[in-house]
């Protein structure tokens, strides 16, 4: 057991060996035993890859070319361009803040605040200034549900003025180095040291915290729309704080160059239907607040997707093939155009060929 006691029951702690950086780049690589979550296996192959990946920056760029391929389609940052950044009380001390590039949610206690997410760095000014509205007391806590631009672009700001920033290690080390995004064909340089959270954990044991009054669960959900994704849940309020691991109005992101794929991302959404319940307010990465119900019907579509896209790369079918197969296009209507979708599907069901079994 690493990290704390398990929250789950014995059924799902068999024993997982898992390859791990310590909390420095560079430093030396250690074998640890973990339960494996409700949220599925970790990959050792990919954690091995992260190990030789992470150990110059110039390794980890090689190590995403090697596993980006060729060039995709490029995702432009206006795809998930929003309106102005609003705010909606959900109960007198939780605030759901919508328009800075991803949802936000702020936490309010009578001496600081606490928010999960700080949208993008072009909204992040505005989304401050609203922050500041809505409470008097100052953002001392601020959660990275995972490395991306669209959720951490306040991270800097937030970081100069001394709040505490917690993150999975992973997101952090994705944080700190340069990342080719070859599927969005865009560089991502690393934030300054400021900017980089401040509090990890390793592992997939559930964390806890307490704000004011409120008791804070949060947990590692691995290699689903990264490889660094948590979840950040309200007991009392109810409200689950999800990031990219939901979104129920369009097809997911599966960023396979940091270590996400759909297996991972069904398994990771399965793993949050067990806690909640039909009461439970689930704020995705962008978009409406969603119900159970909601993210069970979008768990079993894509189960529905992977199920035909596993049977096209059995069959030899490569991405181009696959997307002209159209194997999503019953569902097209609700959540767009699949083709980047079903190419970064494909390339992280390649990424891990060899367990899925009886392809090469």
């Given amino acids: 057991m690493w990290g704390g006691q398990s929250w789950l029951p ?31 296996s970790v990959s050792l192959t990919h954690h091995r890859s992260k190990l030789l990946a992470v150990l110059t920056p110039t390794n980890r760029r090689d190590f995403l070319g090697m ?17 102005a950044v609003t705010a909606t009380k959900l109960t007198d001390n939780f ?34 200034k609203l922050v500041a509205e809505q409470s008097k007391a100052p953002v001392k806590v601020l959660f990275n549900t995972h490395w991306h631009w669209d959720h951490t672009g ?22 700190g180095t340069e990342i080719d995004s070859q599927w969005e064909k865009r560089t991502y340089e690393p934030l300054p040291k400021v900017a980089l959270p ?34 950040v849940y309200f007991p009392r309020p109810n409200i689950l704080m999800a990031g990219d691991v939901v979104s129920g109005f369009r097809y997911p992101v599966l960023d396979y160059t940091t270590g996400g794929w759909i297996n991972g991302l069904l398994n ?5 239907l067990t806690m909640i319940n039909a009461e439970t307010r689930i704020i995705p990465g962008t978009g409406p607040i969603q119900t159970k119900a909601d993210l069970q019907s979008q768990n079993d579509t894509l189960t529905i997707i992977r199920d035909s896209l596993m049977k096209l790369l059995k069959s030899g079918n490569g991405p181009k ?10 569902f097209d209507e609700k959540w767009g155009n699949p083709d980047q979708f079903i190419f970064n599907a494909y390339k992280g069901l390649w990424g891990h060929v060899r367990e899925l079994g009886g392809i090469v």
């Fill in 95 to 128: 605030i759901h803040i919508t328009g800075a590039g991803s949802n936000v949610l702020l936490v309010t206690a009578p001496d600081s605040s606490l928010m999960v997410d700080g949208g993008s760095k072009e909204h992040s000014t505005d989304l401050l």
């Fill in 198 to 231: 401040t509090e990890t954990f390793y592992g997939s044991a559930k964390q806890t915290m307490k704000f004011g009054q409120e008791t804070i669960e949060y947990a590692l959900m691995p290699q689903a729309h990264t490889d660094g994704d948590i979840y």
């Fill in 321 to 330: 093939e696959m997307i002209a197969a159209k194997p999503t296009k019953e």
């Fill in 268 to 272: 990771a959404q399965k793993g949050l």
């Fill in 154 to 175: 306040s991270n800097e700001p937030l970081g100069k003025a001394g709040a505490k920033i917690v993150a999975h290690e992973f997101t952090k080390q994705w944080l």
């Fill in 10 to 40: 014995p059924a799902f702690e068999p024993a997982l060996v898992w390859l791990h950086p310590c909390s420095a780049v560079g430093q030396d690589f250690v074998l640890r035993r973990l339960p494996e979550p409700p949220f599925g």
């Fill in 67 to 83: 596993l980006a391929g060729a060039a995709g389609f490029s995702l432009a940052p206006s795809a998930f361009a929003q309106t």
